[in-house]
């Protein structure tokens, strides 16, 4: 039981950047303008090449650039001030010096290709790291939304799955989560693979700190996984979309609609071909079975 349970963890954690069809870090390297204090950077104004998309269309609001997250780009909407360096800022980019970010308080989204052409998206993992701001001067919200999809194109009706940092109403806080079925829901426990047992998960989110997302979708099953910061937290989960008939996914997509900023950094998105992959997903994940009759 324990040789399978982590070799469905190592599954879960194998879609290295290296291995991926898609990978980014946001750097100035892979062509993109990077933001300052002074400098846009905007997200509608990189290089098409690039291949984003986004919402943040109107330069009078201009708030989604990639950068370093501890910056505002000069430009577009009047940020929000926040207090970088403290337990009420944001944290550095995770990984390099820049990062895809969110500032102020419209919902905008960014989104990109997972396909290529002739390739088809029924088994998907996506490995990313994101961050949500707390606190600020004028202070941010805790109720709004903040997550990554995987659907198809950049609408919101053919969504398979999704996760992230969102805050509710119900709760005046924000916490980490995943969509099914439409609906959103806090991540409550965790499966700890040394006893076998789910145990009790803070889902707390807290300032100034990065979380590690990965999740493997199956469209196939109508299912999908997820791990955070390397913790199996959702198994067999359904699909976010349950009513549309779900083609291949083909978009990975992030929104923000919360005051306050956000960033998304080191992605990673892998879609393997059924023929060397499937069998090995569909066995590894099978076992999970056993794993619910332990809760």
Not at 228 to 247: C, E, F, H, M, R
Not at 269 to 279: D, G, H, R, T, Y
């Amino acid at each position: 039981m324990r040789s399978l349970a982590l070799c469905l963890v190592t599954m879960l954690c194998a879609c290295a950047p290296v291995l991926a069809d898609y990978a980014t870090g946001f750097e100035a390297s892979e062509g993109y303008t990077l933001s300052s204090s002074t400098v846009g950077g905007y997200v509608y104004e990189q290089p098409t090449s690039l291949g984003w998309g986004t919402s943040d269309t109107a330069a009078i609001s201009y708030q989604v650039s990639v950068g370093d997250p501890l910056y505002y780009p000069a430009g577009g909407r009047t940020p929000d001030v926040y207090v970088p360096g403290t337990s009420t800022g944001m944290a550095a980019a995770h990984g390099g010096s820049s990062a895809l970010d969110w500032k102020a308080a419209y919902g905008r989204g960014a989104w990109h290709g997972i396909l290529d052409p002739g390739q088809t998206g029924k088994l998907i993992t996506t490995d990313v790291w994101m961050q949500r701001q707390l606190g600020a001067t004028p202070p941010a919200t805790a109720i709004g939304q903040f997550f990554c999809a995987i659907q198809q194109g950049s609408g919101s009706t053919n969504r398979a799955a999704g996760f992230g940092l969102n805050g509710t109403s119900s709760t005046n806080a924000a916490r980490q989560g995943y969509y099914s079925a439409g609906n959103w829901i806090p991540v409550t426990q965790y499966y700890d693979f040394g006893t076998q047992t789910w145990l009790a998960y803070d889902n707390t989110i807290v300032a100034n700190q990065w979380y590690h997302f990965n999740a493997i979708v199956d469209l196939t099953a109508k299912n999908w996984y997820l791990t955070i910061d390397g913790k199996l937290v959702a198994y067999q989960v359904a699909l976010w979309n349950t009513s549309p008939t779900l083609l291949d996914s083909d978009t990975v997509y992030f929104y923000k609609s919360f005051i306050g900023g956000a960033a998304v950094d080191d992605l990673s998105v892998s879609v393997p071909e059924p023929s060397s992959i499937l069998a090995l997903a569909c066995g590894a994940l099978g076992m999970l079975g056993m794993i619910r009759r332990r809760r």
